[in-house]
T-cell receptor
Framework: RKEVEQDPGPFNVPEGATVAFNCTYS??????FFWYRQDCRKEPKLLMS???SGNEDGRFTAQLNRASQYISLLIRDSKLSDSATYLC?????????FGAGTRLTVKP | DAGITQSPRYKITETGRQVTLMCHQT?????MFWYRQDLGHGLRLIYY???????DKGEVPDGYVVSRSKTENFPLTLESATRSQTSVYFC???????????FGPGTRLLVL
C-alpha cells in the first residue's frame, strides 16, 4: 500500500465548477501536510499548507482530518488556469512523501 | 535571482555509464533534496542533505551517490546507470526550519 494515496482522475470540469480532491495517508506520525501544484512538464510548486483547523486561500480550501488520516482540497469557481496536477504531500522529519497526483482539466 | 537550477536539463546515456546531475541554489538554503518522478509513483526521495557535508538516504537511494562540499551545490551521481533509472529528476531546497520546498526545473534522463 502506498503511503499517500490519491484518486488519479482525470477530473474534467467546466469553468466555474467546484471540484474536490481527496488524499489519504498511512503514517499516523506524519507532522505536516501540503498541496502542491504541478503543470505539465514543470516542477511542483507549493499551493498551500494544510492545517487541522482548515485553511483557505482565495478559491482554495484545504482540510485535514488527523483521526481519519485524510486530506482534502476544494477549488471553487474553477478557472482554465487551474488545469494542472495536484499533489498531496505528507511530511515526517524531512521525509516528504508525495501522492501520485490528481489531474484536473478545466474546460471552457 | 537564479534560484535553483539543474543541469543538464536533458540527458541520454547508456547502461553502465556514470552520470552526474547537477543542482545549484543561490538562496543559501541549508536543506537540499533529490527526487525522482515516475508515472504512477509520484515523487520519491532519493537523498537529502541538511547542510554541507551532511547527507542522508531517502526512500530510494540504491544506485545513487550524493555529495555536498558546498552549501549551494548538491550533485547526484548514478555510478553505473540502469534502465530502471530512466526518470525525471528534481532537485529541491528549503530554509532550515521552513516548510516550503522549492524545486528546480528537473532533468529528464533516458538510459538506453
Amino acid at each position: 500500500r502506498k503511503e499517500v494515496e490519491q484518486d488519479p482522475g482525470p477530473f474534467n470540469v467546466p469553468e466555474g465548477a467546484t471540484v474536490a480532491f481527496n488524499c489519504t495517508y498511512s503514517n499516523s506520525a506524519s507532522q505536516s501536510f501540503f498541496w502542491y501544484r504541478q503543470d505539465c512538464r514543470k516542477e511542483p510548486k507549493l499551493l498551500m499548507s494544510v492545517y487541522s483547523s482548515g485553511n483557505e486561500d482565495g478559491r482554495f480550501t484545504a482540510q485535514l482530518n488527523r483521526a481519519s488520516q485524510y486530506i482534502s482540497l476544494l477549488i471553487r469557481d474553477s478557472k482554465l488556469s487551474d488545469s494542472a496536477t495536484y499533489l498531496c504531500v505528507v511530511n515526517n522529519n524531512n521525509d516528504m512523501r508525495f501522492g501520485a497526483g490528481t489531474r484536473l482539466t478545466v474546460k471552457p | 535571482d537564479a534560484g535553483i537550477t539543474q543541469s543538464p536539463r536533458y540527458k541520454i546515456t547508456e547502461t553502465g555509464r556514470q552520470v552526474t546531475l547537477m543542482c545549484h541554489q543561490t538562496w543559501s538554503h541549508s536543506y537540499m533534496f533529490w527526487y525522482r518522478q515516475d508515472l504512477g509513483h509520484g515523487l520519491r526521495l532519493i537523498y537529502y542533505s541538511a547542510a554541507a557535508d551532511i547527507t542522508d538516504k531517502g526512500e530510494v537511494p540504491d544506485g545513487y551517490v550524493v555529495s555536498r562540499s558546498k552549501t549551494e551545490n548538491f550533485p547526484l551521481t548514478l555510478e553505473s546507470a540502469t534502465r530502471s533509472q530512466t526518470s525525471v529528476y528534481f532537485c529541491a531546497s528549503r530554509y532550515s526550519g521552513g516548510e516550503t520546498q522549492y524545486f528546480g526545473p528537473g532533468t529528464r534522463l533516458l538510459v538506453l
